[in-house]
């Protein structure tokens, strides 16, 4: 499939106007030395106040412009890097020739959610990090060109799904509907097995739809990738806890092989005096009441009050997006406290760097000790003591140690825990025999297998929070394993 758009790149420097896709026998010149693209963005004092999507992607234009500074390595690291190995130069190549649909069709060859991992995933850290271009300019923008290509695609009405082979009289279940379950499903269903996902929540996609907020991720984006997987004869079943309302067990009964992404929605709490205080939250409840029952709307059935000064505790993604959902609430302020500097926080650079323009403060060396509240139980402050940076702990960062006689107290209404999160324990609990490690997580060998026959496991079930690429990795992985076994199985 082709789309066409007025903007076409022909031999890699010459910018021509033509509605036609471009053909020419000349080598392909890359141009390195173009500016990197970054597309259009809503005003930082106009997006903290609603909730739509920042980044706008690019235009036709920038997305030529950006194609033409990749070198297409004949070994390509960038490919090499991705956890799900999309053939990022071939697909790049297409959006050159101006064909975003077969763009889109080249990474579904290995990923079914190239929108959702256009904005997510951390490119810093796999593809755009591998790229040769950027030893001395700027790498090449990957992600935008991803999400450039899957966006034009579905809005020309072009996305297909992909093609499954002949029917198996296999059966899998796969348990969740985030990216790693996604992943799995899709992979399950491309060899021809049928495939039901469990849901626990009324809607589908996981972390993806009550984790990260609409002004990253757009829920229709969601629900267009979901769609693709449906297309291919995945069946999703809603509001279906496994581990209370059906068991692993009952699944084992009646399916050939059981695949478990249930995520990590267990949050981590720091364990100090306050916490059951009105006003103290975790991320996790935070972000599902704002994404998944959209509490940010004053008509909403249970909507958000925070006060006037709002504290989120931890330096992560998710720390990012509650800071940033907050001060879209309306308080006076909202600060960020970390017990690390700035170069340990684990979130994305350009997730802090948005949350600063958006008017969240940023505080670091900061650990909480206390939650103070009234005679009525509200919270009015929290303790903190200052930190210093001592040796590097098991993560590799340094590890923060307590400065005497620093504490001090910090005025605020609504303080938002957002350190860590682990696999709610009622699967590993309900289910004799699945072996689980530190934090619940459960144990698997390197092809994503249990402890138990036919029973398989990825995503943050099994890491207790990872990046989106990184689960959907472990889901193609495990389906790759089931693949197996069940062609084996007579």
Known sequence: MTITAPLRIVYGTKLKNTMEPTTTAKKYIPNPQLPRQRGSRQAPDERATNFNEVAQGLSAEEAAREATRCLNCKN?????ACPV?????EFIACLRDGDAGGAVSKIMETSLLPAICGRVCPQENHCEGAC?????FKPVAIGLLERYAADTARKAGKLKAPAT???TGKKAAVVGSGPSSVSAAAELRRAGHKVTVYEALHDFGGVLRYGIPTFRLPREIISQEIANVKAMGVDFVADVLIGSTLTIEDLLKAYDAVYIGSGAGLPTMPGIPGENLVGVCSANEFLTRINLMHAYKPEADTPLNVGKKVVVLGGGNSAMDAARCAKRLGPESVTLAYRRSRDEMPARAEEVE????EGVKMEFLLAPVEFIGDEKSN?????????????PDASGRRKPVPVAGSEFEMDCDTAIIAIGQRPNPIIQKTTGGLSTGRHGVIVVDDSGKTSLDKVYSGGDSIR??????LAMKDGKRAAAAINKFLAEKK
């Open 85 to 89: 190995n999309i053939k990022i130069p």
């Open 354 to 357: 948005n949350a600063e323009e």
């Open 464 to 469: 207790g929070g990872a990046t989106v690429l």
């Open 379 to 391: 919270l009015k402050k929290i303790k903190f003591q200052r930190m210093a940076l001592g040796e």
């Open 132 to 136: 040769v271009l950027g030893k001395k």
């Open 76 to 80: 390509p690291p960038c490919t090499a």
């Open 165 to 167: 082979a002949p029917e």
